[in-house]
């Protein structure tokens, strides 16, 4: 929903979403090892969605139990990105709408 809003307001989803694969691919141990990325990137992987998930799946690979900090984590994390899509949308509305009227007089 957030790349959603993000997409409403720069009119190109694809290139919005493009870029959010790539970050979040690279960011969240998905394709290369969290433990080689500098420490801001990892910080940076902690706060994006997938990271807790994948390092769940890793886990469960290993044959190691879920590991509930890790749900909540990543629940946590998706909640947070509910409200910052709710906000954008809301936000990026009230600026549309504004646009409307001044264009319309």
Same mark, same amino acid.
């Given at each position: 929903? +957030?790349?959603?809003?993000? /997409?409403?307001?720069?009119?190109?989803?694809?290139?919005? %979403?493009?870029?959010? +694969?790539?970050?979040?691919?690279?960011?969240?141990?998905?394709?290369?090892? @969290?433990?080689?990325?500098?420490?801001?990137?990892? #910080?940076?992987?902690?706060?994006?969605?997938?990271?807790?998930?994948?390092?769940?799946?890793?886990?469960? %690979? +290993?044959?190691? /139990?879920?590991?509930? @900090? /890790?749900? #909540?984590?990543?629940?946590?994390?998706?909640?947070?990105?509910?409200?910052? #899509?709710?906000?954008?949308? #809301?936000?990026?509305?009230? /600026?549309? @709408?504004? @646009? +409307?009227?001044?264009?319309?007089?």
């Amino acid at each position: 929903m +957030a790349l959603g809003a993000l /997409g409403l307001r720069f009119r190109d989803v694809f290139l919005v %979403s493009n870029v959010a +694969a790539s970050v979040l691919l690279l960011l969240t141990g998905a394709n290369v090892p @969290r433990e080689t990325l500098p420490g801001w990137m990892r #910080a940076v992987g902690d706060v994006l969605p997938l990271t807790h998930a994948a390092d769940a799946a890793r886990q469960l %690979s +290993a044959g190691a /139990g879920l590991d509930g @900090r /890790g749900i #909540a984590a990543e629940l946590l994390t998706g909640a947070g990105y509910a409200v910052l #899509a709710v906000v954008l949308l #809301a936000l990026f509305e009230r /600026g549309s @709408r504004r @646009r +409307a009227t001044l264009d319309v007089m």
